[in-house]
C-alpha cells in the first residue's frame, strides 16, 4: 500500500558515521572543491595558481552528506573535511558563506584534526573558535563561517543546521574576513 505523506515528510533513516576517522563512509553526495575552485580566495594567488599546475590541483576539502528535504523543519546534516596544506604561508580554508536565511544557526562538531572557526557578521563584528576533536563550535544566526586547518591531519567535522538555511558565497567572496591565519617561521599567525 502506498504511504500518503505530506510534503517534505520523509521516511525516517539511519547513517553510518566513523567518529574514529571523522568520515562517513557511504554517503550518498560527495561535494569537493580543489585547489582550482579557490581562485580569489587566499592572499597569495600566484602560490595558488602554481599548486594548481605544478601541485596537480589538489582536493582542499570535501562534503559528504545523505541530503535531506531543504525545508523548514528538517535538520541537514554532513561530514565537512578539510585537507592539511598551505597556500603560500596562509593555511587551508574553506570559501566560508553566511546562510541566505539569515536566521539560521549551525553546530560544528570536530571528530578530528585541529584549527579555527572564523566567524563574521556584515556588522563588522569578528570571532574565532578553537576546533579540536570533541569540541563543540556555535555559529549564531546571522554569522558567516569558515575553517582553518592549522594541523598535520584532515580537520573534519559533523555539522548540522537548519532545512531552509541556504548558503550564500556571493558576499564572502567580495568581503573575505577581517583576519587570515598563516604559518610562518613554523607558528600559526593571524593578520
Ligand atoms: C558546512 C560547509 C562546509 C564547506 O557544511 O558547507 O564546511 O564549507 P563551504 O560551504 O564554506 O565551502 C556548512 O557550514 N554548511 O552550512
Ligand atoms: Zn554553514
Not at 46 to 61: F, Q, R
Not at 112 to 128: N, S
Not at 144 to 150: D, V
Request: proline fraction near 6%; include cysteine; charged fraction near 25%.
Amino acid at each position: 500500500m502506498s504511504k500518503i505523506r505530506e510534503e517534505g515528510v520523509i521516511d525516517p533513516f539511519s547513517v553510518l558515521i566513523d567518529l574514529e576517522n571523522g568520515t562517513m563512509p557511504e554517503p550518498s553526495n560527495r561535494i569537493t572543491r580543489k585547489a582550482s575552485d579557490m581562485r580569489g580566495y587566499y592572499a597569495d594567488g600566484k602560490a595558488l595558481e602554481e599548486l594548481i599546475t605544478s601541485g596537480n590541483d589538489p582536493l582542499h576539502y570535501e562534503v559528504l552528506e545523505r541530503p535531506v528535504p531543504q525545508a523548514r523543519g528538517h535538520l541537514m546534516y554532513c561530514i565537512s573535511r578539510l585537507m592539511p596544506g598551505r597556500v603560500g604561508e596562509e593555511l587551508f580554508m574553506t570559501k566560508g558563506h553566511y546562510h541566505s536565511v539569515k536566521e539560521t544557526a549551525e553546530i560544528y562538531l570536530c571528530l578530528g584534526g585541529e584549527g579555527y572557526m572564523a566567524m563574521k557578521t556584515a556588522g563588522g563584528a569578528w570571532a574565532v573558535e578553537r576546533m579540536e576533536r570533541g569540541r563543540m563550535v556555535y555559529v549564531p544566526p546571522t554569522w558567516a563561517h569558515r575553517s582553518i586547518n592549522t594541523g598535520r591531519e584532515i580537520l573534519s567535522s559533523f555539522c548540522v543546521y537548519p532545512g531552509e538555511a541556504g548558503h550564500n558565497y556571493g558576499d564572502i567572496e567580495k568581503e573575505g574576513f577581517p583576519k587570515r591565519i598563516f604559518m610562518k617561521g613554523g607558528r600559526i599567525v593571524m593578520e
